[in-house]
């Protein structure tokens, strides 16, 4: 089975810190995908990767960086928190790129709280 | 552009009732439908998906959609729910004429009461 892991369940920081959030996934897909989650507003994309050292802006990649140095990682990173960030974010991974009938596969979620 | 329009952001229902959760898509083209369930404090996972072929489609769970391309609908369906089908579900779309990254719908609250 794909297994998507998310580094934090639960995550509390600071206005202004640095965030971090770290995806692995273990079955060698080629896509990666960072959503936001917020009531309401179902799923946002923020940032997406279909491969190494490549990524794409979403709908709101404002505030948000990503970075992937390996196939099976992708992080998304918050440079200066803010409050308006306090959200659940979601990573997801599908095999090849291009390919429209391929499924996600997402991870656990991680929920943060910037104070 | 592809978009998808979840009718109802909230559903209560009692438990063994039958439930219809819609999911209407506006595209003019071949399009890729998803269903997929998030129970609480967890991920989504993918419920069923109706790529081509019959247009009934069965899932997990005892779920099943039915793509009707004339009325651009993919409604979810079980006819005897569980307490434990309370979770939001996201109806989702691709088509042949846009990106391959799906555009997501707003999710359907299920509420399923003893």
């Known amino acids: 089975d794909v297994k998507v892991t998310q580094s934090s369940r639960y995550l509390v920081k600071r206005t202004g810190e640095k965030v971090f959030l770290e995806c692995v996934q273990d079955m060698d897909h080629e896509n990666m995908f960072w959503y936001r989650q917020d009531p309401g507003l179902g799923l946002r994309l923020i940032y997406f990767?279909?491969?190494?050292?490549?990524?794409e802006k979403g709908d709101i990649p404002e505030g948000y960086s990503v970075s992937r140095e390996k196939k099976e990682r992708f992080s998304l990173i918050l440079e200066s928190a803010s409050t308006n960030q306090t959200s659940m974010y979601l990573c997801a991974s599908s095999k090849v790129a291009g390919v429209k009938y391929n499924e996600q596969f997402f991870g656990p979620g991680t929920r943060l709280t910037v104070l | 552009a592809q978009s998808v329009t979840q009718l109802d952001s909230q559903v209560p229902v009692f438990e063994e009732a039958p439930v219809e959760l819609r999911c209407n898509y506006s595209s003019s083209v071949s399009v890729y439908l998803f269903w997929y369930v998030q129970y609480p404090n967890q991920g989504l996972q993918l419920l069923l998906k109706y790529l081509s072929g019959s247009t009934l489609v069965k899932g997990i769970n005892g779920f099943e959609a039915e793509f009707n391309k004339s009325q651009t609908s993919f409604h979810l369906r079980k006819p005897s729910v569980h307490i434990s089908d309370t979770a939001e579900y996201f109806c989702a779309v691709t088509s042949s004429g846009g990106s391959y990254i799906p555009t997501f719908g707003r999710g359907t609250s299920l509420i399923v009461h003893p």
């Open positions: 990767s279909y491969d190494v050292k490549m990524k």
